[in-house]
Nanobody
Framework: QVQLVESGGGLVQAGGSLRLSCAASGSIFRIAVMGWYRQAPGKQREMVAT???????KYADSVKGRFTISRDNAKNTVFLRMNSLKPEDTAVYYCNAAAYPLQYWGQGTQVTVSS
C-alpha cells in the first residue's frame, strides 16, 4: 500500500504561482512513476505532469513552460510548481503514484485561479 498526502492548493489570481506537494509513505519502493492529475467540474481527469524514478518528466501541452514537476527522494515528496496560472487551470489536483499494476491517488487539493 502507498499513502499520498497532498498540500499547497488555494486561491490565487491569474498570473500568480502556487506549489503543490505530495508526500508518499508505505510501500514507496514499488513506485515507478509519480504525477499530478487534475479534474475540473464537468470534465474528465487529465494528466498534468509525471516524473519517473530517473527524474524523466512529461507534461501536458497546456502547462508546458509554466509548470515544473520535481521530486525530493530523501523526503519521498513530489512537487508541482505552477507559474503564470490561468483561470482554466482551476481544478482539483490529485497526486498519483504508479506501482504497477496498481495506481494510488491522493485525496485531492483544490486550486482556484481568479481572473
Amino acid at each position: 500500500q502507498v499513502q499520498l498526502v497532498e498540500s499547497g492548493g488555494g486561491l490565487v489570481q491569474a498570473g500568480g504561482s502556487l506549489r503543490l506537494s505530495c508526500a508518499a509513505s508505505g510501500s514507496i519502493f514499488r513506485i515507478a512513476v509519480m504525477g499530478w492529475y487534475r479534474q475540473a467540474p464537468g470534465k474528465q481527469r487529465e494528466m498534468v505532469a509525471t516524473i519517473d524514478t530517473g527524474s524523466r518528466t512529461k507534461y501536458a501541452d497546456s502547462v508546458k513552460g509554466r509548470f515544473t514537476i520535481s521530486r525530493d527522494n530523501a523526503k519521498n515528496t513530489v512537487f508541482l510548481r505552477m507559474n503564470s496560472l490561468k483561470p482554466e487551470d482551476t481544478a482539483v489536483y490529485y497526486c498519483n503514484a504508479a506501482a504497477y499494476p496498481l495506481q494510488y491517488w491522493g485525496q485531492g487539493t483544490q486550486v482556484t485561479v481568479s481572473s
